[in-house]
């Protein structure tokens, strides 16, 4: 009888990839890598440009940093499966990976809410829109999608 026991999960799905998982981690890393430089571009000339210090673009790099984060919460641990033998994963990761994958999906979900009542205001009232979407309106706007996304993460998981 095997004495062993492990108090997590087998991940079986990269059980028969060993002859190309270096090729699918070098892929996976060049994506990776790619898509942090590219929403870490999008923030820097956001921030530089005057032209671009609009509520629009206010958003756009809120969701260029969620999507960082949200990306984050799996990808590395897919890189150090594809990298190493060890293909468990324990309870606690998983739970911790799952959380915060789904609180990112939904405040991004919430985010993408407010981007398009940021447009729907420029679009309907495009006389009064900059003083309706003043910073503070934005700030405010961002603070309640992080507080939302949080929110429905806690009350609405799928998770007992």
Same mark, same amino acid.
């Given at each position: 009888?095997?004495?062993? %026991?492990?108090?997590?999960?087998? @991940?079986?799905?990269?059980?028969? =990839? *060993?002859?190309?998982? =270096?090729? @699918?981690?070098?892929?996976? &890393? @060049? $994506?990776?890598? #790619?898509? !942090?430089?590219?929403?870490? #571009? $999008?923030?820097?000339?956001?921030?530089?440009?005057?032209?671009?210090?609009? /509520?629009?673009? %206010?958003? $756009?790099?809120? +969701?260029?940093?969620? *999507?960082?984060?949200?990306?984050?919460?799996?990808?590395?641990?897919? &890189?150090? =499966?594809?990298?190493?033998?060890?293909?468990?994963?324990?309870?606690?990761?998983?739970?911790?990976? #799952? %959380?915060?994958?789904?609180? +990112?999906?939904?405040? *991004?979900?919430?985010?993408?809410?407010?981007?398009?009542?940021?447009?729907?205001?420029? $679009?309907?009232?495009? !006389?009064?829109?900059?003083? =309706?979407?003043? *910073?503070?309106?934005?700030?405010?706007?961002?603070?309640?999608?992080? @507080?939302?996304?949080? %929110?429905?993460?806690?009350?609405?998981?799928?998770? /007992?």
């Amino acid at each position: 009888m095997n004495g062993t %026991y492990y108090s997590g999960f087998l @991940l079986l799905g990269f059980a028969n =990839i *060993e002859k190309y998982s =270096i090729c @699918l981690f070098f892929t996976v &890393l @060049l $994506i990776y890598v #790619l898509t !942090l430089f590219g929403n870490m #571009l $999008i923030i820097l000339v956001v921030q530089t440009h005057v032209y671009l210090q609009t /509520p629009m673009y %206010y958003f $756009i790099t809120n +969701l260029s940093l969620l *999507e960082m984060w949200y990306i984050s919460t799996t990808v590395p641990k897919l &890189l150090s =499966i594809l990298l190493t033998k060890d293909k468990r994963v324990s309870f606690q990761w998983c739970f911790a990976q #799952l %959380y915060m994958f789904h609180g +990112l999906g939904m405040t *991004e979900c919430a985010l993408l809410a407010v981007m398009s009542f940021d447009r729907f205001m420029a $679009i309907c009232n495009p !006389l009064r829109y900059t003083t =309706i979407m003043n *910073e503070r309106m934005c700030r405010y706007l961002a603070l309640y999608v992080g @507080l939302m996304g949080s %929110y429905l993460q806690q009350y609405h998981s799928p998770l /007992p």
